[in-house]
């Protein structure tokens, strides 16, 4: 039997008003994502964010509105040069116990004075869950990003 959860990819780019330098850093800086991941938000609930960056280490992050409805995610870095690429390999948790593991792969290319942001993302194990992270979980993290990029008094 074959797996097929590997032929499930996303890709998506998303240009960004930063070098990649500071695009890359506010990725992966813990303190930096702490912001930004609850910037657009009214109520920004729990973010707690972890982050060993060199190859082996992981970044984890937890989040959510309540400590009873909390996503779990964490990212085990097999490549990192900065400011250039990103790959990890992502296993994530829902409130309802369901997991699911992905690869990404995560490229900054400095463009037209800002950085091109490039993820391909597969291992997903049906479209529909492809689909809400191109829409809800990268698109929300890029708005997010872009926000703390642009805020006053960067």
């Known amino acids: 039997m074959t797996d097929t959860t590997d032929t499930i990819e996303l890709r998506m780019t998303r240009q960004l008003p930063a070098t990649p330098e500071e695009v890359f850093d506010a990725y992966t800086d813990a303190e930096k994502q702490k912001i930004w991941f609850s910037i657009l938000s009214t109520e920004p609930g729990i973010v707690e964010i972890e982050v060993d960056l060199r190859v082996g280490g992981t970044q984890t992050a937890v989040w959510g509105p309540n400590r009873d409805e909390l996503f779990r ?34 490229t900054f290319e400095a ?15 049906n479209v529909e869950l492809r689909d809400f992270f191109r829409t809800q979980a990268w698109g929300g993290a890029f708005d997010r990003i872009e926000a703390y990029l642009t805020r006053d008094g960067r």
């Open 73 to 106: 995610e964490t990212q085990t870095f097999t490549v990192i040069d900065r400011p250039h690429r990103l790959v990890t390999t992502s296993t994530g948790a829902g409130p309802d116990g369901q997991t699911m593991e992905t690869h990404i792969d995560i």
């Open 111 to 125: 463009q037209d004075g800002g950085t091109l942001v490039s993820v391909v993302q597969n291992g997903f194990p």
